[in-house]
């Protein structure tokens, strides 16, 4: 068995971008990650900009201005000022070339034609320079850019309308074990709701995974190794749940093997999650996850999440973690490593109750996991803790 170092560091090492680059229209470049710089190809803002309503004019000609027309935003005319003239201005409008200031209107006393504008004035105050966002030809977003909504306005406010990403894995979700029973049939003495499949690709699709499947499938050799083999064939990433740890029913293990997907590791030093399998075969890696579906949540978020954010082209690819204060003094049981499902709140985090790997009720409640390293024995109030945050949608 290995520690979580190590295994994180081998699933990077066997992870890489997909090598299938898309271009996209930019409203649905969200969530993608760019494959390639985006070069801006104008000045932004294009010409110099009011960024007031008042009056354009040329600073030190005059405290008296006689007003000779208006621009307002749109309008392409460039009026020649001559000394102690001023032209009415709108926001968003182009000031005239020789003008140096814009006034705001409430900083002026109207006079008949003219205006008497009120001390102290700057040169080029509320002017937005030419380029003062962006200079043509200069780099507006940088490859690895993960597209969020406020990256999509910059980009088209630059007159982009396609974008070069990287292609989303997809992901083929197979379940197992004889005893589930898909929600809304009727359970028999022994059987539980099948429920690991609709979590993952819900968390999948908050993540904006969208090409999944999940197919269940009973502990019976053959069919385990026919799916498994039928997944890896269709799909860029496989994640199993159930079926592998080393009961006389958990096929997954040797299923694997015998369809030659090879072992990066199996079995991690840590709580939940000690079964956990990680191996390829070609390029598809292939993730065992233990059945208990909070387990198989936390092995999610831990090594699968990095994964999948390095094959979408992503640059920082695990789930950031801060160091807080523990609210409630907490007691470890054993000395593996443990990922606890924990809330963050104003003051510091809180661990949750119903740690067990059985329950996901909890990791509804939670917005972090909270890493307590191997021999932690007694965290107490105050103490300050590694806190894995989890995505929040
Ligand atoms: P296993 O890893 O197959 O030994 O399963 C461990 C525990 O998780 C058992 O109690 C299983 O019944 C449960 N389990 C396995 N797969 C699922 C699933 N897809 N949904 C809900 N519970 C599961
Ligand atoms: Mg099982």
């Not at 740890?245 to 090879?262: M, P, T």
Request: proline share 5%; net charge neutral; aromatic share 8%.
């Amino acid at each position: 068995m290995i520690d979580i170092k190590t295994a994180e560091k081998l699933i990077l090492e066997h992870s890489q971008n997909s090598s299938k680059i898309l271009e996209v229209n930019l409203e649905d470049a969200l969530d993608f990650v760019l494959a390639e710089d985006v070069v801006s190809k104008i000045d932004m803002p294009p010409f110099r900009q009011s960024a007031m309503d008042g009056y354009a004019l040329h600073i030190g000609d005059a405290t008296n201005y006689n007003v000779i027309g208006e621009v307002k935003a749109g309008d392409n005319q460039n009026p020649v000022l001559k000394k102690g003239e001023a032209v009415r201005i709108f926001t968003g409008a182009p000031v005239p070339d020789n003008a140096n200031a814009v006034v705001m209107q409430e900083k002026v006393e109207l006079q008949g034609t003219g205006i008497t504008t009120q001390m102290p004035l700057a040169e080029l105050m509320n002017i937005r320079p030419q380029g003062e966002q962006i200079k043509i030809g200069t780099i507006a977003l940088q490859k690895g850019t993960k597209v969020k909504g406020a990256h999509i306005g910059f980009l088209a406010s630059l007159g982009v309308t396609k974008v070069s990403v990287y292609n989303k894995p997809s992901i083929a979700i197979v379940v197992t074990g004889n005893e589930l029973k898909t929600p809304g049939d009727l359970l028999n003495y022994g059987e539980i709701y099948e429920s690991n499949g609709a979590m993952l690709s819900a968390v999948l699709s908050e993540l904006g995974y969208t090409k999944r499947s999940i197919v269940t499938v009973a502990d019976d050799y053959k069919n385990t190794k026919n799916t498994l083999e039928e997944a890896i064939q269709n799909y860029d990433v496989v994640i199993v749940t159930g079926g592998v740890s080393v009961g006389d029913y958990d096929f997954v293990g040797k299923a694997l093997k015998d369809i030659n997907v090879k072992e990066v590791f199996y079995g991690v030093k840590q709580k939940p999650g000690k079964p956990l399998f990680f191996g390829k075969r070609d390029d598809v890696p292939v993730f065992g996850l233990p059945g208990n579906p909070a387990a198989a949540l936390s092995c999610f978020y831990i090594y699968v999440y990095p994964l999948l954010k390095k094959s979408e082209g992503g640059v920082k690819t695990q789930l950031p973690n801060v160091f807080m204060p523990l609210l409630v003094s907490y007691t470890a049981k054993g000395n593996r490593a443990q990922f606890l499902k924990a809330r963050i709140q104003e003051e510091g985090v809180e661990i949750l109750g119903g740690q067990s790997s059985a329950m996901i009720r909890a990791f509804g409640d939670a917005n972090a996991l909270v890493f307590l390293p191997e021999n932690s024995t007694e965290v107490n109030k105050g103490d300050k803790v590694k806190t894995i945050l989890l995505p929040t949608k």
